[in-house]
């Protein structure tokens, strides 16, 4: 079997579910990682999952990643906005990364508009909640089968 995904979630996202609700739906990341894993399975793929609420552990696993991993899964939160030191891990990738964000970051306050990820990341998932993981996970699936 190839290497498995790697999906990485930034600050905060361990309160998915009791965290601004009305934004970011009822569903934990406990549901999304089950989504992720039931998705990857279907087709063919195994995950790692994680979240950490420290620029560095999230620079560690970009960088595993890259040798560890057949394609990267990433909702930054709150760092992508602000992290070029996650921009510069991400940039020693060699693999696809799909950025995903919950809601949709361009319909909201204006310091979401940008995000240092989307400079390198290979597309862009936002605004579907939680469904938007596994469209992440389905984009990663199609581009890691390309030889
Ligand atoms: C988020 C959007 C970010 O702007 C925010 O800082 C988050 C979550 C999302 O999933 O919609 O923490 O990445």
């Known amino acids: 079997m190839s290497k498995p995904i790697f999906v990485l979630n930034g600050p905060n996202l361990n309160l998915l579910g009791v965290r601004e609700p009305h934004i970011y739906g009822h569903e934990t990341l406990e549901d999304v990682r089950v989504r992720c894993e039931s998705r990857a399975r279907a087709l ?6 994680r979240q950490s609420n420290h620029e560095g552990d999230l620079i560690d696993w970009v960088q595993a990643a890259r040798t560890e991993a057949c394609g990267l899964v990433l909702n930054p939160a709150g760092y992508g906005h ?3 030191a996650l921009l510069d891990a991400l940039k020693s990738l060699d693999i696809p990364i799909v950025e995903c964000h919950l809601s949709n970051p361009a319909a909201r306050e204006s310091f979401r508009h940008h995000t240092y990820v989307s400079l390198v990341a290979t597309g862009v998932v936002c605004g579907f909640g939680p469904a938007g993981y596994e469209l992440a996970i389905e984009a990663v699936c199609g581009l890691a089968a390309k030889p």
């Open 44 to 49: 063919g793929h195994d995950i790692v999952f």
């Open 82 to 84: 602000t992290s070029i």
